[in-house]
């Protein structure tokens, strides 16, 4: 077991560009967690799957934001025509069954906006 | 309000003692989980410790435990004969009971963390 990683590491780009960010969660984990975390704050909450439904969305997640997870596997968040104010470390987390169950986090996906 | 409170930016400890870092928090769930995170300066968070709101026991994992105080919700970790790869920010969330759509988003809330600096 590798752990949850995430693609790519760093993404730099400009200002109305489309981004595209990619998790791999741990094999077996049904549950997956997308947060952001912005300079000097905790992470906060963005979007749950739990295989392949989307359960829940933060209004943090706007319009131009999108989450899939197909087939229960990877899943992919989807920025449209970035802003300056999304840049952020994008992270993503796995867990098991079980309401005490650690989530596992990815390193993350650090976006800049320029 | 908010639901995680850590009053404390930064932390400073000599190698090989002790430090807490302090954690209070605000729910009216009956049933919640209370989690410990570092993370390095690499960006990856590591999880440290767990406490259920039900656990009548402190939790201990090596030398991190849990002083949780459950009337004056607070939860605050302990880190003894600290080390300097103990550097590193520090952060309290909480899980609380899904909100009926979540289904079983156990989803966590984060304060806003300490900077823990270990001093050789």
């Known amino acids: 077991d590798t752990g949850v990683s995430q693609n790519p590491r760093h993404k730099i780009t400009k200002r109305g560009q489309n981004v595209t960010f990619r998790c791999d969660p741990i094999s077996e984990h049904n549950r997956l967690y997308w947060y952001r975390q912005t300079l000097g704050q905790g992470p906060e909450f963005l979007t749950y799957f739990q295989n392949e439904a989307q359960l829940e969305k933060s209004r943090l997640l706007s319009d131009r934001f999108s989450a899939e997870r197909p087939k229960g596997s990877f899943s992919t968040l989807e920025i449209q025509r970035t802003e300056q104010g999304d840049s952020a470390m994008y992270l993503c987390?796995?867990?098991?069954?079980?309401?005490?169950?650690?989530?596992?986090f990815g390193p993350g996906t650090r976006l800049t906006v320029t | 309000a908010q639901k995680i409170t850590q009053t404390q930016p930064g932390m400073f400890v000599q190698e090989k003692e002790a430090v807490t870092l302090d954690c209070t928090y605000d729910t009216s769930d009956q049933s919640y989980g209370l989690f410990w995170y570092k993370q390095p300066s690499s960006g990856e968070m590591i999880f440290l410790i767990y406490?259920?709101?039900?656990?009548?026991q402190n939790a201990t994992e090596g030398r991190y435990s849990l002083n949780f105080q459950k009337a004056r919700k607070s939860a605050n970790l302990v880190i003894s004969a600290s080390q300097l790869g103990d550097s590193a920010m520090y952060f309290c969330?909480?899980?609380?009971?899904?909100?009926?759509?979540?289904?079983?988003?156990?989803?966590?809330?984060f304060g806003k963390g300490t900077l823990l600096t270990v001093n050789p």
């Open positions: 987390a796995s867990s098991p069954e079980g309401i005490s169950a650690e989530q596992y």
């Open positions: 406490q259920g709101s039900y656990d009548e």
């Open positions: 969330a909480m899980r609380e009971t899904p909100g009926a759509a979540g289904g079983s988003n156990y989803k966590l809330t």
